[in-house]
């Protein structure tokens, strides 16, 4: 119940297409459900992040779209460039703004993105 | 966004040797920090939570006694691997939460234990 599950393991888009990474999740009790961008040898760095309480959250480029009653999310990565090659985490949080639990993360999506 | 960096960024150690990492949170104070371990090609596992002035928390499987974390200050944490060993050979990555909830990550120490 505690799981993130994520898909695919890897995508190969090329530019200028749309980049789409799934994520479903189990516990009601997460509230809180980040994007992260990680590049080889780096620290994850935060991209996006969606509350429950909306269905669509946009910032430039990259959209998390929220279904609660299904409970997936996903990242939405437009015009995708040669640069956005990394590999992309979905995370989960219960009680988010309280006494928050930790992250749960998912196993990882590697994007490469062909010119 | 905040800052959180981490020292040193590579280290490579003799096995049986211990080696610190530092992880600090530069322009804010961070009421809780995470460690993290992640192998090449998979995903973070949390190794344990530390809250300022108190012990850390372990998750099942971390060995408190090989992975020693202190947390002195709201604005830095420390990672010490003792009697280290090759399978010990890992991608370490902190991560800084402050009182607005968001966790910010360092930039990770890849260790190596020959």
């Known amino acids: 119940q505690q799981q993130v599950k994520q898909s695919p393991q890897s995508l190969i888009v090329q530019k200028g297409g749309i980049s789409i990474i799934n994520c479903a999740y189990e516990?009601?009790?997460?509230?809180?459900f980040p994007w992260y961008q990680q590049f080889p040898g780096k620290g994850p760095a935060l991209l996006i992040a969606?509350?429950?309480?909306?269905s669509e959250k946009k910032e430039g480029r990259f959209t998390i779209s929220f279904n609660k009653s299904a409970k997936q999310f996903s990242l939405h990565i437009m015009d995708s460039q040669p640069g956005d090659s990394a590999t992309y985490f979905c995370a989960a949080a219960p009680n988010y703004g309280g006494s928050q639990g930790n992250l749960i993360f998912g196993k990882g999506t590697k994007l490469s993105v062909k010119p | 966004g905040a800052v959180v960096s981490q020292h040193p960024s590579r280290v490579i150690c003799k096995s049986g040797t211990s080696v610190k990492i530092e992880c600090r949170s530069l322009?804010?104070?961070?009421?809780?920090m995470f460690w993290y371990r992640q192998f090449p090609k998979q995903s973070l596992m949390l190794m344990a939570t530390?809250?300022?002035?108190?012990?850390?928390?372990?998750e099942q499987g971390v060995e408190k006694d090989k992975f020693l974390i202190n947390h002195a200050s709201l604005t830095l944490s420390t990672l010490t691997v003792t009697s280290a060993h090759p399978e010990d050979s890992s991608f370490y990555i902190c991560?800084?939460?402050?009182?607005?909830?968001?966790?910010?990550f360092g930039p990770g120490t890849r260790l190596t234990v020959l």
């Open positions: 516990n009601t009790a997460f509230d809180y």
């Open positions: 530390s809250n300022e002035g108190s012990k850390a928390t372990y």
């Open positions: 991560s800084a939460r402050g009182s607005g909830g968001q966790q910010f």
């Open positions: 322009d804010f104070q961070a009421t809780t």
């Open positions: 969606i509350r429950p309480d909306v």
